[in-house]
């Protein structure tokens, strides 16, 4: 499949950018550690190579744009990179009310990696808490849910792209999105399935039927 020009609008400055909004006398207490982005990279780069996998083939990527509204008329697909931040917000707001800074950091940090290539620097960890702690930031991470959510084509459709488009032919590869998913909640809020319809029921996914189910 050629590369195709992403029709989703994006946001201008990467998270990282903000880094100049941060008050430098303000001191705030560490939320998460270099440990913790080291650990982000890793898996956001696991999860970019998936996508390349995702997207070289052309008939999942037809069909999982079947499952979704178009943000325009021009014809244009998206990429799995699309439907993976779009599945993680969803994950994401399943837990409203309960989100911290260092939740928001990490659904930052993915978005950051899987739409701008961007890492950032275990080095800079200091200054990255003060960054996670802003209002500016606390902003730009509304902004980011609000642009990079994707809606159902119908009624009959699932929120959760990935899962759905996977689970229709029983894909192989649907273990590896789920397992990717089980990692995010444990990053984001400590959660953690070890049975995979434990994981959907959470997440509210309707298998429809098909039997995926086994442990991580």
């Not at 909004?21 to 705030?28: K, M, N």
């Not at 178009?70 to 990429?79: A, R």
């Amino acid at each position: 499949m050629k590369n195709k020009r992403n029709p989703i609008s994006l946001i201008e400055d990467s998270f990282s950018s903000l880094k100049g909004y941060l008050d430098s006398d303000s001191a705030q207490k560490p939320v998460f550690t270099s440990a913790l982005i080291n650990e982000l990279e890793q898996e956001t780069k696991s999860v970019l190579s998936l996508c390349s996998t995702l997207n070289n083939d052309d008939n999942f990527i037809r069909t999982i744009n079947s499952f979704v509204k178009p943000e325009s008329d021009n014809g244009l697909l998206l990429k799995a990179e699309h439907f993976f931040i779009s599945d993680l917000i969803t994950a994401y707001r399943r837990n409203t009310g309960k989100q911290t800074d260092t939740s928001g950091f990490v659904l930052a940090y993915y978005y950051d990696a899987l739409r701008n290539n961007h890492f950032a620097d275990a080095s800079a960890v200091t200054t990255l808490n003060k960054l996670a702690c802003s209002d500016k930031f606390k902003q730009h991470l509304a902004h980011i849910q609000q642009s990079n959510i994707l809606f159902p084509a119908n009624d009959k459709q699932g929120k959760y792209f990935l899962l759905s488009a996977l689970s229709i032919n029983n894909d192989a590869r649907l273990t590896a999105v789920t397992q990717h998913l089980n990692l995010f909640l444990n990053f984001t809020y400590t959660l953690s399935f070890n049975e995979t319809n434990a994981l959907y029921s959470y997440l509210g996914f309707d298998k429809k039927g098909v039997d995926v189910a086994g442990k991580f």
